[in-house]
């Protein structure tokens, strides 16, 4: 592995993100809430740093897969470490390991914290937290490859290790050129949502902070008490149908512009996702009503389907604390959260798309008990699934159960009740924000241990690249081979001599 190529590649990507870091400037000087100080020391810290990767370290030739996984793996770390730099240095969070959490789970778009009130952050700290959720939705790398030429090299390599989903869809012919038709997708819903919360009553800051985390599917609020607290009947409607969009594959709305509606209307896994949706928050509001949670039908329509998508596509806001729900309804919220949204989204979770291959899978291996000598292929939209995406489905279904009992283990053993602490895994795990018990709806993840925040913080990356990419980073053979970067100097020491 060319380390010094990721080397390079990193400093570029940190040197991207020390000006991300100017632009909550604006807010903070407006509303004069004394932070914007924080940001330009970080901005410096962050951009010494990048410029320093880039200047020591020499790209060798092209970037390959090995190269993919290590810059898009050490990139999340990087950027969360170096994202949590305005909390701690502002002094609103003290302890590095609660700031590091509370930036990784922004950039990671799990929209867990560890804030008692988030009010305290001021506006500038407010607009950081969800700027980045915003650039951790379509991604770093993404967004990196549509705007820097030097990550034309090798593109597809950090493309392919960072979009989630068994399959990448190629809409151009150049990678460079299918990141910008992302990212322009993005950034078109992004403005008409923060437009229509504008017009449903918000002002600026707060439309565009919660477009920033419908779009990215984070759920950061401005406010403690999420969406809940405007009372909007509009408003919820609103983030409501943006969320859906979010949670869609946005190569499918690429489609849609274009006019291949057909292309659309026949996607199984789209189907599969609205009919999960529909049906869950259609059992939720009956039960809601059966259990005298609600006295109308509307009331509980109303909330049952806010959150039944806001855990579905892995935003988290919140409207109702439904935790306090009945048991059904907290089973039913709680396995939407493995589910997430569709393959290309922004969302978390195992992906819809697999869900689907995998009940196929089980279907068809049915059938051939009953039927020994039968052949039946998968097939999904009319075509037959390769065998190597199936085998690919297995495995990560296998991964992610694996990875689950694990880190489930390893927090209850910190003293962490049983259900505070596997909802706490689901919850980061499937970048979904809030779990049940202590870690609910109207609770945060301050009063977890050191130890169990950092398993969580590994979990909310881990789920973030799909497993894979930060699992082969910690195999002892993917390191094989792996030599010392070429630095700048040594090449102009040997070219002297």
Same mark, same amino acid.
């Given at each position: 592995m060319k380390t010094?190529? !990721?080397?390079?590649?990193?400093?570029?990507?940190?040197?991207?993100?020390?000006?991300?870091?100017?632009?909550?400037?604006?807010?903070?000087? #407006? #509303?004069?809430?004394?932070?914007?100080?924080?940001?330009?020391?970080?901005?410096?810290?962050?951009? +010494?740093?990048?410029?320093?990767?880039?200047?020591?370290?020499?790209? @060798?030739?092209?970037?390959?897969?090995? @190269?993919?996984? +290590?810059?898009?793996?050490?990139?999340?770390?990087?950027?969360?470490?170096?994202? +949590?730099?305005? #909390?701690?240095?502002?002094?609103?969070?003290? =302890? #590095?390991?609660?700031?590091?959490?509370?930036?990784?789970?922004?950039?990671?778009?799990?929209?867990?914290? %560890?804030?008692?009130?988030?009010?305290?952050?001021?506006?500038?700290?407010?607009?950081?937290? +969800?700027?980045?959720?915003?650039?951790?939705?379509?991604?770093?790398?993404?967004?990196?490859?549509?705007?820097l030429p030097?990550?034309? %090299?090798?593109?597809?390599?950090?493309?392919q290790a960072e979009m989630p989903g068994p399959t990448k869809d190629r809409l151009a012919p150049r990678i460079q050129d299918t990141a910008r038709i992302l990212w322009g997708v993005y950034l078109l819903f992004t403005a008409v949502e923060t437009a229509l919360l504008m017009w449903a009553g918000m002002n600026f800051f707060e439309a565009i902070c919660h477009a920033f985390a419908t779009l990215a599917t984070g759920g950061f609020s401005t406010i403690t008490a999420s969406v809940g607290g405007y009372n909007s009947a509009l408003v919820e409607f609103i983030i409501i149908v943006f969320m859906i969009l979010a949670g869609m594959n946005f190569s499918l709305h690429y489609r849609l512009f274009k006019g291949d509606f057909k292309t659309v209307f026949n996607n199984e896994e789209l189907r599969f996702y609205l009919g999960i949706g529909m049906g869950a928050t259609l059992l939720i509001t009956v039960d809601n009503l059966l259990s005298s949670q609600y006295s109308s039908w509307l009331e509980s329509l109303r909330d049952s389907a806010f959150q039944v998508w806001s855990i579905l596509t892995t935003t988290g806001f919140g409207t109702a604390d439904f935790d306090a729900w009945t048991p059904l309804c907290r089973v039913t919220l709680v396995i939407l959260m493995f589910f997430g949204g569709m393959a290309g989204s922004t969302g978390g979770g195992i992906k =819809?798309? /697999?869900?689907?291959?995998?009940?196929?899978?089980?279907?068809?291996? %049915?059938?051939?008990?009953?039927?020994?000598?039968? !052949? @039946?292929?998968?097939?999904?939209?009319? /075509?037959?699934v390769p065998s190597d995406v199936m085998q690919g489905v297995l495995g990560f279904l296998s991964l992610y159960a694996a990875v689950f009992v694990v880190a489930t283990l390893l927090v209850t053993s910190q003293g962490v009740d049983l259900l505070t602490g596997s909802t706490a895994v689901i919850a980061t795990l499937n970048n979904i924000g809030p779990g049940l018990a202590k870690v609910g709806a109207t609770q945060n993840f301050a009063h977890l241990p050191d130890m169990s925040k950092f398993v969580l913080i590994i979990c909310m990356v881990a789920g973030r690249l799909e497993l894979y990419t930060l699992a082969v980073l910690l195999v002892p053979h993917y390191w094989k081979g792996a030599r010392m970067p070429v630095w700048r100097w040594s090449r102009s020491n040997s070219h002297a001599e």
């Open positions: 010094g190529t !990721v080397g390079a590649v990193l400093g570029w990507l940190l040197i991207f993100l020390s000006f991300a870091m100017l632009t909550p400037l604006g807010f903070s000087l #407006y #509303y004069n809430d004394g932070s914007w100080h924080v940001f330009v020391i970080s901005a410096l810290i962050t951009l +010494a740093l990048g410029a320093f990767l880039t200047w020591a370290c020499v790209i @060798e030739d092209d970037i390959g897969h090995r @190269e993919g996984f +290590a810059i898009v793996g050490l990139s999340w770390i990087a950027a969360a470490g170096l994202g +949590a730099l305005p #909390y701690y240095i502002s002094g609103h969070i003290p =302890h #590095y390991i609660d700031a590091y959490f509370e930036a990784m789970s922004g950039f990671t778009t799990t929209g867990s914290t %560890i804030l008692d009130k988030v009010e305290v952050l001021g506006p500038g700290l407010l607009f950081w937290r +969800a700027l980045t959720h915003w650039l951790g939705g379509m991604g770093i790398i993404v967004l990196s490859i549509a705007i030097i990550l034309g %090299i090798g593109g597809m390599q950090l493309f =819809h798309v /697999r869900v689907l291959l995998f009940w196929k899978f089980t279907r068809v291996q %049915i059938r051939h008990l009953i039927h020994p000598r039968s !052949v @039946e292929a998968i097939k999904i939209d009319g /075509r037959k």
